[in-house]
């Protein structure tokens, strides 16, 4: 299974109060419908530039020369074993080094995340590859970026309808997936390319798949 990048145990803790907090106040009535758990949860990156232009023929892409964090994590929530939504948590300028809810959304991102977590797994059952949940606003491009130790790949998780646009729910090589991108003026091809891996980040990594945790506490 591929690995991810996980929150600190004490911010999740934070998060389930605020998020059971709200749900218990929220007029919605998906969340009246039984216990909301949180799943897996992902740091948010972001291509630096919010775009890039097509490589040329034979020239080797690496994404992760141009992938930043943006601070933000992204926490799917569950009911009744299905994916309803998603949370979204980051640090408070108000609050100093504390983490804080900034949103949550009912949307079937939730269910192509959950589906694109199972085809990853399924598909690229080797344990050397790490995900990175990768937003591009810009293009209405939702991402993993699945860095192995020799070879990488992009899963598109969501995205635009337009014709030539990169299809959901499909694998692509990463030379193959910036052509689909529309060229806007602001990242250097150089950034793209790379010869040598950067060195991985130290932080640690767990598999994408987490175990179920209580419900979310309510106020």
Not at 164 to 180: C, D, I, M, N, T
């Amino acid at each position: 299974m591929a690995r991810t990048r996980q929150p600190d145990a004490r911010h999740v803790e934070h998060l389930r109060a605020h998020v059971g907090s709200l749900l218990s106040k929220s007029r919605n009535p998906v969340s009246k419908k039984g216990p909301v758990f949180i799943e897996e949860s992902f740091a948010i990156w972001t291509i630096r530039s919010g775009a890039t232009f097509p490589a040329p023929s034979g020239v080797k892409v690496d994404l992760s020369q141009v992938l930043s964090r943006t601070g933000r994590w992204h926490h799917q929530l569950s009911q009744n074993g299905a994916a309803i939504g998603y949370a979204v948590s980051g640090p408070s300028d108000r609050f100093g080094e504390h983490w804080t809810l900034l949103g949550v959304h009912f949307s079937d991102l939730a269910n192509k995340i959950a589906r694109a977590v199972a085809r990853i797994d399924q598909d690229r059952p080797a344990d050397d590859i790490e995900a990175y949940l990768t937003v591009v606003p810009s293009h209405k491009l939702v991402f993993f970026y699945l860095r192995g130790y020799s070879t990488d790949e992009v899963f598109v998780v969501s995205g635009p309808s337009a014709r030539k646009a990169s299809q959901e729910g499909r694998f692509y090589r990463p030379e193959e997936f910036v052509q689909l991108l529309v060229p806007v003026r602001g990242l250097d091809l150089g950034m793209l390319s790379s010869t040598q891996r950067g060195a991985r980040s130290g932080e640690s990594s767990k598999k994408t798949v987490t175990p179920r945790t209580k419900p979310l506490a309510k106020a």
